[in-house]
T-cell receptor
């Protein structure tokens, strides 16, 4: 079956611009996670959704970052006033339920110039 | 505060050899101890995982050894193959509501033919 998909696969933007990154989870998965992976590092947790609500956003680095999941399926990570330090691979993972295995998408590589 | 320390940073092994990667953690609230494998351009994928009530788990060529008192666990890859060349992450999971993964910094494994 189809895995987690993320679009775009690559995004180049200028400093100060707004970007949106999309995640399509595996059908039926209720839990959804966003992680950020900087070059040469392990992924870092950003935010977790159970259904439509952001149940834990403790990993978001600052208020420029925001994520939504309005219908409990597709999620969008939104970054305002991008900075060069935001450059990273943004990974989405979905899970049948909290505590079950997390399945990762291929990520979106964001480059802020 | 670095919650998860992984070593070595890189590892080169001959085909047929044994690869050993170690992970030390500080957070006693972790309750699930997985290893993830990541190929370039792909998201991490679950390789093998262990719960803290057992000391060892083997799946094919992959074994996890877990030492709860020392707060350490390791991945052993027996009969290493060139196809095992990838980056490996330990990623213990928190017991809180989000159950997010806390990744180590990764080990780049190269298996020479």
């Amino acid at each position: 079956g189809a895995g987690v998909s993320q679009t775009p696969s690559n995004k180049v933007t200028e400093k100060g611009k707004y970007v949106e990154l999309r995640c399509d989870p595996i059908s039926g998965h209720t839990a959804l996670y966003w992680y950020r992976q900087s070059l040469g590092q392990g992924p870092e947790f950003l935010i977790y959704f159970q259904g439509t609500g952001a149940a834990d956003d403790s990993g978001l680095p600052n208020d420029r970052f925001f994520a939504v999941r309005p219908e409990g399926s597709v999620s969008t990570l939104k970054i305002q006033r991008t900075e060069r330090g935001d450059s990273a691979v943004y990974l989405c993972a979905s899970s049948p339920g909290t505590g079950s295995e997390q399945y990762f998408g291929p990520g979106t590589r964001l480059t802020v110039t | 505060q670095q919650q998860v320390k992984q070593s070595p940073q890189s590892l080169i092994v001959q085909k047929g050899g044994i690869s050993i990667i170690n992970c030390a953690y500080e957070n006693t609230a972790f309750d699930y101890f997985p290893w993830y494998q990541q190929f370039p351009g792909k998201g991490p994928a679950l390789l093998i995982a262990i719960r803290p009530d057992v000391s060892e788990k083997k799946e094919g060529r992959f074994t996890i050894s877990f030492n709860k008192s020392a707060k350490q666990f390791s991945l052993h890859i027996m009969d290493s193959q060139p196809g095992d060349s990838a980056t490996y992450f330990c990623a213990p999971r928190a017991s809180g509501s989000a159950r997010q993964l806390t990744f180590g910094s990764g080990t780049q494994l190269t298996v020479l033919p």
